[in-house]
């Protein structure tokens, strides 16, 4: 079965489930994966959980739910769950079914969001700049599939036709570990258009970068415009009919207006032209010889594990 772009299926990998301000203590919020309902919430003890987001009993989102404790309290019949999404109390029952679960993501809240991992345990680290200040961007919904917007930095091709981008160097392609592939790219701004003029003046004759994706929907760029930076991580959820959740974070060491503005003023240059593409984008994956870059990330995705939860399954 092919994974890359299949709309039917989810790939094993992190996946943005809220940014951690729209989960406060004692919050729960809803959320979509493909077809799927999440419950994301905060107990008691500032700890953010994603959970299976459709009550055992009869199908309530938990998304609308209560939080007791560290629980979270369906709605409807009140059925509480514990984080490790097995059924803690019914009211009026003092025995508890044993289908009474539902299952619990590994979780985790970094870069200001709370991540999950679609699958049993995390097959690799959720990819990002520990330590620095995450900036998230306005969220967008992408008419495009998640592995698709995923891979567009390792498009060389496009690079040079949409973009009109010239390189100092061939692009590197390079593969850090099976679940990964980079493009290194050295940029010249030759100063032919007015936004390569503009960016000229803050960044110098040439930007860097390295374009690393993870998994099949997570990408960073680790490059540098000038004396500032540029720390940028891509993140996609899938929805519905094929569509892309996505949201972008930039990363500094310090508040700095002026390293932020130079950030901002790179990605746009490097993004600018994309949006409309990929709205009107029905992919076909024919790489020739010169996607070589494509090539290795389709063939990287078509081997991730999928993984769907086993739904109120009996337990072990």
């Given at each position: 079965m092919a994974v890359f772009n299949n709309p039917e299926v989810v790939a094993q990998g992190w996946y943005l489930a809220a940014l951690s301000k729209e989960v406060g203590r004692g919050r729960a919020v809803s959320?979509?994966?493909?077809?799927r309902k999440l419950a994301v919430y905060r107990g008691d003890d500032g700890i953010a959980r994603v959970l299976e987001g459709r009550c055992a009993h009869l199908g309530a989102d938990l998304?609308?739910?209560?939080?007791?404790?560290?629980?979270?309290?369906c709605e409807f019949h009140h059925w509480r769950y514990g984080p490790d999404g097995r059924c803690a109390q019914i009211p009026g029952q003092t025995e508890i079914p044993a289908f009474a679960r539902v299952f619990a993501?590994?979780?985790?809240?970094?870069?200001?969001?709370?991540?999950?991992?679609?699958?049993?345990?995390?097959?690799?680290?959720?990819?990002?700049f520990p330590g620095l200040r995450a900036v998230a961007l306005k969220p967008q919904t992408l008419r495009c599939h998640p592995h698709v917007v995923a891979c567009n930095g390792l498009d060389v091709q496009h690079f040079k036709t949409v973009h009109g981008f010239e390189f100092s160097q061939p692009p590197e392609l390079s593969e850090p570990g099976a679940r990964?592939?980079?493009?290194?790219?050295?940029?010249?701004?030759?100063?032919?258009?007015?936004?390569?003029?503009a960016l000229r003046l803050v960044t110098g004759p040439e930007l860097s970068a390295d374009f690393t994706t993870y998994g099949g929907n997570l990408a960073t760029i680790d490059g540098r415009a000038g004396r500032f930076p540029v720390r940028v991580l891509f993140s996609h959820r899938p929805l519905p009919?094929?569509?892309?959740?996505?949201?972008?974070?930039?990363?500094?060491?310090?508040?700095?207006?002026?390293?932020?503005?130079?950030?901002?003023?790179?990605?746009?240059?490097?993004?600018?032209?994309?949006?409309p593409m990929f709205d009107a984008l029905e992919f076909r994956a024919r790489p020739t010889p010169e996607d070589a870059p494509l090539a290795a990330?389709?063939?990287q995705v078509n081997?991730?594990?999928v993984f769907a939860p086993p739904s109120n399954a009996e337990p072990a």
């Open positions: 959320r979509t994966l493909l077809d998304g609308r739910g209560c939080v007791v404790g560290e629980t979270l309290r993501y590994p979780a985790r809240e970094e870069h200001g969001g709370v991540w999950f991992f679609n699958g049993p345990q995390p097959l690799f680290d959720l990819p990002g990964s592939v980079r493009l290194s790219l050295r940029i010249r701004l030759s100063g032919k258009s007015a936004s390569e003029r009919g094929g569509g892309s959740a996505s949201r972008t974070f930039l990363f500094f060491e310090k508040r700095s207006p002026a390293a932020e503005a130079a950030s901002r003023l790179v990605l746009g240059y490097i993004l600018a032209g994309d949006r990330f389709i063939r081997k991730l594990p």
